[in-house]
């Protein structure tokens, strides 16, 4: 492993490269895994209009990543630029906040809901940090029902602060996942290494973070295991989807521990 | 001991007063007390904030990738730095704001234009400085801690947001050399109370606050960063009053209001 970490980036890269198709399978689950999420947090503060942003390129602009609620699509297709509206407030400075009355003037709001047809009344956005870095935005609009709506309580602003911690996790996992596939475009395209920066950035990064490479060994191990035949495929499946299930069926009364 | 340039390591030849704390503070008005807000800028010709801002600065990064500080028009790009100022104007309106406006540039390192407008107030020695933000990264707990310590030598009161959130925010867990609020679910600014042994000290109004917002606006706004210009406002008045008053006498001082507020409010009738 020590031999693995200290090789040079070509060396590295190939080895990433392998599992390129194990990185695929991934993202989906993730983004999946995201939605699920955001449906039971934003349940759970009475809301059903909620959405995940992270950062677009290196001028602190934001994009919607994940969304639900009634304009969850076209969501998907804005950008907020760095800075601007609550969200780019709470992203850029790593605060908390309730916005119980956005409708009320012209605002960064009443632009994307000219876009999106809908009536942004309140907001409730708390940062999704990872590693000590703020890597997105976690935002929760409006109440279930029709307006007016009781603001979003203190005590919610907490609860929300504690889904932001498990949405933040899926949300490195999915940026992850991601920089795999957006490697082996780059590859497969032919780019040059000195492209690759921000491959090594993220190299630097799993290097130190344990988190990572215990989920990288796992998706690799899966790999050889699936390359090995379908025998051993079909055990491995097995296994899997019997830890699955004993773990949902724990996580009715508590969490699995070993 | 390592320095930063520009900033004074001696305290400020001061007259040592022993403090009366009358109630007269709570009729001031902030006058001549100057302010700084490190945010998102401020809307200076919001009717509500006319004649109250003193100046606007902007962080730029430079050539050689330095961050400084120019005049600025930009107003504000998110609204919070006007909905704080907002909020210490109706506190103390004749206190002279001065914004310095560190977040919404495109390009800066949020964290290194955070600590570099924080350096810029402690430079300009201001007397209340409003940090209604921080960071999470734990390379700029060492710097931070360095900054606030010297703004305490300096003899500028910093008051910071606490988060709130499940992890460590700096500077709000430095109970040492600023002042750190939490928001409570008071509505009088003045009826503020502390929390005994806890890192953040204070806890203030900042649950649906209604407070100036962009384009001549107002919104009703909760969080932590609201509570932290209540206190901001409030240190203001004190300060008219008190010039010379040192951070930890203004620190005592927001104790012994906090103390009777919470006594006065332990002996209201149980509803």
Same mark, same amino acid.
């Given at each position: 492993?020590?031999?693995? +970490?200290?090789? *040079?980036?070509?060396?590295?890269?190939?080895?990433?490269?392998?599992?390129?198709?194990?990185?695929?399978?991934?993202?989906?689950?993730? &983004?999946?895994?995201?939605? !699920?999420?955001?449906?039971?947090?934003?349940?759970?503060?009475?809301?059903?209009?909620?959405?995940?942003?992270?950062?677009?390129?290196?001028?602190?602009?934001? +994009?919607?990543?994940?969304?639900?609620?009634?304009?969850?699509?076209?969501?998907?297709?804005?950008?907020?630029?760095?800075g601007?509206g609550i969200?780019g407030f709470v992203?850029s400075s790593?605060q908390?906040m309730?916005v119980?009355?956005?409708?009320?003037?012209?605002?960064?709001?009443?632009?994307?809901? @000219? &876009?999106?047809?809908?009536? &942004?009344?309140?907001?409730?956005a708390?940062?999704?940090?990872?590693?000590?870095?703020?890597?997105?935005?976690?935002?929760?609009? %409006?109440?279930?029902?029709?307006?007016?709506?009781?603001?979003?309580?203190?005590?919610?602003?907490?609860?929300?602060?504690?889904?932001?911690?498990?949405?933040?996790?899926?949300?490195?996992?999915?940026?992850?996942?991601?920089?795999?596939?957006?490697?082996?475009?780059?590859?497969?395209?032919?780019?040059?290494?000195?492209?690759?920066?921000?491959? +090594?950035?993220?190299?630097?990064?799993?290097?130190?973070?344990?988190?990572?490479?215990?989920?990288?060994?796992?998706?690799?191990?899966?790999?050889?295991?699936?390359?090995?035949?379908?025998?051993?495929?079909?055990?491995? @499946?097995?296994?899997?989807?019997?830890?699955?299930?004993?773990?949902?069926?724990? *996580?009715?009364?508590?969490?699995?521990?070993? | 001991?390592?320095?930063?340039?520009?900033?004074?390591?001696?305290?400020?030849?001061?007259?040592?007063?022993?403090?009366?704390?009358? %109630?007269?503070?709570?009729?001031?008005?902030?006058?001549?007390?100057?302010?700084?807000i490190v945010d998102s800028g401020i809307e200076?010709?919001?009717?509500?904030?006319?004649? !109250?801002?003193?100046?606007?600065?902007?962080?730029?990064?430079?050539?050689?990738?330095?961050?400084?500080?120019?005049?600025?028009?930009?107003?504000d790009s998110a609204g919070h730095g006007t909905a704080c100022a907002g909020i210490?104007?109706?506190?103390?309106?004749?206190?002279?704001?001065?914004s310095?406006k560190v977040l919404g540039?495109?390009?800066?390192?949020?964290?290194?234009?955070?600590?570099?407008?924080?350096?810029?107030?402690?430079?300009?020695?201001?007397?209340?400085?409003n940090?209604s933000l921080?960071?999470?990264?734990?390379?700029?707990?060492?710097?931070?801690?360095?900054?606030?310590?010297?703004?305490?030598?300096?003899?500028?009161?910093?008051?910071?947001a606490?988060?709130?959130?499940?992890?460590?925010?700096?500077?709000?867990?430095?109970?040492?050399?600023?002042? *750190?609020?939490?928001?409570?679910?008071?509505?009088?600014?003045?009826?503020?109370?502390? %929390?005994?042994?806890?890192?953040?000290?204070?806890?203030?109004?900042?649950?649906?606050?209604?407070t100036t917002w962009l384009? *001549?606006?107002?919104r009703?706004l909760?969080g %932590?960063s609201f509570?932290c210009p209540?206190?901001?406002?409030?240190?203001?008045?004190?300060?008219? !009053?008190?010039?010379?008053? &040192?951070?930890?006498?203004? @620190?005592?001082?927001?104790?012994?209001?906090?103390?009777?507020?919470?006594?006065?409010?332990?002996?209201?009738?149980?509803?």
């Amino acid at each position: 492993m020590t031999e693995s +970490r200290d090789g *040079s980036l070509p060396e590295k890269l190939q080895r990433l490269v392998e599992t390129i198709d194990v990185a695929n399978v991934l993202t989906e689950p993730l &983004t999946r895994s995201l939605s !699920k999420l955001l449906e039971i947090s934003a349940a759970e503060l009475d809301s059903d209009e909620a959405s995940v942003l992270v950062r677009d390129g290196d001028e602190g602009d934001l +994009r919607f990543l994940v969304a639900i609620g009634e304009v969850a699509e076209q969501l998907l297709n804005i950008r907020v630029p760095a800075g601007k509206g609550i969200a780019g407030f709470v992203m850029s400075s790593g605060q908390p906040m309730v916005v119980s009355d956005v409708g009320e003037e012209s605002s960064f709001y009443s632009e994307v809901d @000219k &876009t999106t047809g809908y009536s &942004t009344q309140m907001i409730l956005a708390t940062p999704l940090s990872h590693g000590g870095e703020v890597i997105g935005v976690l935002e929760y609009i %409006n109440r279930r029902g029709d307006p007016p709506y009781e603001a979003f309580t203190p005590a919610e602003m907490d609860r929300a602060a504690l889904f932001a911690e498990a949405i933040a996790s899926l949300v490195n996992a999915y940026e992850s996942a991601k920089l795999f596939r957006d490697m082996g475009e780059k590859m497969l395209t032919g780019s040059s290494a000195g492209d690759l920066s921000d491959v +090594r950035e993220w190299l630097r990064g799993i290097r130190d973070s344990q988190e990572h490479r215990a989920m990288m060994e796992l998706a690799l191990m899966v790999r050889e295991i699936a390359s090995r035949g379908e025998a051993e495929q079909n055990i491995c @499946k097995q296994l899997m989807e019997s830890v699955l299930s004993y773990s949902d069926a724990k *996580s009715e009364t508590g969490y699995l521990s070993l | 001991m390592e320095t930063i340039p520009g900033i004074e390591t001696e305290m400020p030849d001061r007259r040592e007063t022993y403090l009366h704390l009358e %109630n007269d503070w709570r009729s001031a008005t902030g006058k001549g007390v100057r302010v700084a807000i490190v945010d998102s800028g401020i809307e200076a010709d919001h009717p509500m904030l006319q004649g !109250k801002v003193a100046e606007l600065v902007e962080a730029r990064a430079d050539t050689n990738k330095r961050i400084v500080f120019d005049k600025t028009g930009a107003g504000d790009s998110a609204g919070h730095g006007t909905a704080c100022a907002g909020i210490i104007a109706r506190i103390a309106p004749d206190a002279r704001l001065h914004s310095i406006k560190v977040l919404g540039a495109a390009g800066l390192g949020d964290g290194q234009a955070f600590m570099a407008g924080l350096e810029y107030a402690i430079k300009h020695r201001f007397q209340v400085i409003n940090l209604s933000l921080g960071t999470t990264k734990p390379q700029f707990f060492s710097p931070l801690h360095d900054l606030l310590d010297r703004a305490y030598q300096a003899g500028c009161v910093v008051v910071a947001a606490a988060n709130n959130l499940p992890y460590p925010s700096f500077p709000s867990v430095f109970s040492s050399s600023l002042i *750190s609020v939490v928001k409570n679910a008071e509505t009088d600014p003045f009826r503020f109370s502390f %929390n005994f042994g806890d890192v953040i000290e204070l806890t203030a109004p900042g649950v649906n606050v209604r407070t100036t917002w962009l384009n *001549s606006g107002h919104r009703t706004l909760t969080g %932590n960063s609201f509570a932290c210009p209540h206190i901001v406002g409030v240190i203001a008045l004190l300060l008219e !009053k008190h010039p010379d008053m &040192t951070p930890f006498q203004v @620190k005592s001082a927001l104790y012994a209001i906090a103390r009777e507020n919470t006594e006065t409010l332990n002996k209201r009738p149980a509803s």
